[in-house]
């Protein structure tokens, strides 16, 4: 006797998972939306903290604004 069910769920098709995302900052100096994600990202300085759950990790960090040149810092990490 054939289990169809078991043949159904090999035949069900698969496809990739992609990951988007952002991580968006307010420059509190000119107003600046900022997206941390693709700037100033070098080696993953604020996404690896991120996605090895260490958001508490960014929080003192300091961001240069690229718009006003100034520096501030990340004050807390929500979603
Ligand atoms: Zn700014």
Known sequence: MVDHSVIAD?????????VRYSLDIDCPYCGA???LS???D?????????????WEDLVG???KCPDCAKEFI??????
């Open 10 to 18: 090999k035949a069900l098709k698969s496809t990739d998972l992609i």
């Open 42 to 54: 070098e080696n993953g300085r604020f996404s690896s903290p991120i996605f090895n759950n260490r």
């Open 61 to 63: 960090d300091s961001v």
């Open 38 to 40: 693709d700037q100033d």
């Open 74 to 79: 990340i004050s807390n990490v929500g979603f």
């Open 33 to 35: 939306e900022l997206d």
